[in-house]
């Protein structure tokens, strides 16, 4: 059964986890590098599952793998074997599954909240190009070799065991379709789909989000639709519009607020005046039912959407 259904038959809300790079650079990590919060698999992974840890003590129902930039193509550019590269992509979705374990047998009151899930992250073929272009969308690749790309991480992600697939920042509608295609090959895996936005209507390569959420719908392996790694101001406009067109739950997570710039890779710090957390509880009303947080955002965020959620 889709995972996301199992948890919204019984509660009303999906709390997500926030930024895993943005812990890690919080706990000291370089992460200027091609492989991002990855490398950190290699470094690392213990820090991995100690920001796990940290957003299940938040409150958060779900894990996403720091598998965001994990790459078979990517870990071999830098000299690993195809063995070494499935190695730490099944690590990703271990060491999540490890801190959820951990949490959940220590903790005493399991009333009011579900067993947390581990989604599996899949990046878009932009993150493995480094270059900005995930939120662009104007790959040369076409279906058939978008399908190449994601098929071997999809099938080491599903064999590790995760709950479900994360298929986060996809700039286009067609690499959408080439990762459904893929799940076709595991027919009881589920995925959610969340896509990069330019604006209140559209996805990153300027297709209307309305339309993505059309096609999607009609997938039954999909278990919801929705956006992240986006500005805050667009999300509600966002949610109208894949409602017009979908009744798949609708998932979002944006960025903080602050604005990103691709080719210096650094942060503008300037914060909206509103806080993250009063935007949530406007996108839950709107009719989002699985909410967190993307870059910038913090344990202490997420810790903010379940003083309201769980109340």
């Not at 550019?77 to 490890?98: C, D, H, P, R, Y």
């Not at 039954?220 to 894949?242: D, H, R, T, W």
Request: proline share 4%; glycine share 6%.
């Amino acid at each position: 059964m889709n995972p996301i259904e199992q948890i919204l038959n019984n509660f009303p809300i999906v709390i997500l986890d926030g930024a895993m790079a943005t812990e890690l650079e919080n706990y000291g990590c370089n992460l200027n590098d091609r492989l991002w919060s990855a490398k950190i698999l290699m470094e690392n992974p213990e820090l991995i599952k100690k920001v796990h840890l940290d957003y299940f003590l938040a409150g958060a129902d779900c894990a996403i793998t720091a598998s965001y930039q994990a790459t078979i193509e990517g870990f071999k550019a830098i000299g690993l074997t195809e063995e070494e590269a499935f190695g730490l992509i099944k690590k990703s979705v271990q060491l999540a599954a490890e801190a959820r374990d951990e949490f959940w047998t220590e903790l005493d009151d399991k009333s009011n909240r579900p067993k947390p899930l581990v989604a599996a992250s899949v990046g878009p073929y932009g993150a493995f190009l480094s270059d900005g272009s995930e939120y662009r969308g104007d790959y040369s690749l076409n279906e058939d070799e978008l399908v190449a790309f994601h098929k071997d991480r999809i099938k080491v992600l599903v064999e590790a065991g995760a709950d479900i697939l994360a298929c986060e920042t996809i700039p286009c509608l067609a690499e959408a379709k080439a990762i459904v295609k893929v799940l076709k090959e595991f027919p009881k895996v589920y995925a959610w789909f969340s896509f990069s936005a330019k604006d209140g209507y559209h996805i990153s390569d300027g297709e209307r989000i309305s339309n993505c959420g059309e096609w999607l719908d009609g997938e039954q392996q999909v278990a919801a639709i929705g956006i992240n790694c986006s500005a805050p101001e667009f999300i509600e406009s966002l949610i109208k519009e894949i409602k017009s067109r979908s009744s798949k739950p609708i998932i979002v997570y944006p960025n903080s607020g602050e604005e990103y710039d691709a080719t210096s890779k650094t942060w503008n710090e300037e914060l909206l005046a509103n806080s993250f957390a009063s935007n949530t509880k406007r996108w839950y009303e709107a009719g989002a039912q699985i909410i967190g947080g993307c870059c910038r955002t913090t344990p202490e965020d997420i810790a903010a959407i379940t003083a309201w959620a769980r109340k």
